[in-house]
């Protein structure tokens, strides 16, 4: 299931919403791919932006897909 949710630039970054949310900052690369964005940054937002959340998903690997670690 899927999760909408309002962000601001107070949100610092996908990083950090995906740590809140996903419980695993290294999966803002799920947020980022569902709402069309590549870069983390959330501080050029000057007004909420509504994200569409991936739901939790334990056996997602960590860290972006195609990059070895």
Known sequence: M??????????ISLYHV???RLNDATQWWRI????GM?????SGF???V???LPAVDA???SGVPGVAS
């Open 46 to 48: 000057t007004t909420p």
């Open 18 to 20: 995906a740590a809140a």
């Open 2 to 11: 899927t999760t909408i949710l309002k962000v601001t630039a107070a949100d």
């Open 50 to 52: 509504t994200l569409v």
């Open 59 to 61: 056996s997602q690997d």
């Open 32 to 35: 980022a791919q569902l709402n």
């Open 38 to 42: 590549t870069d983390p940054d959330l």
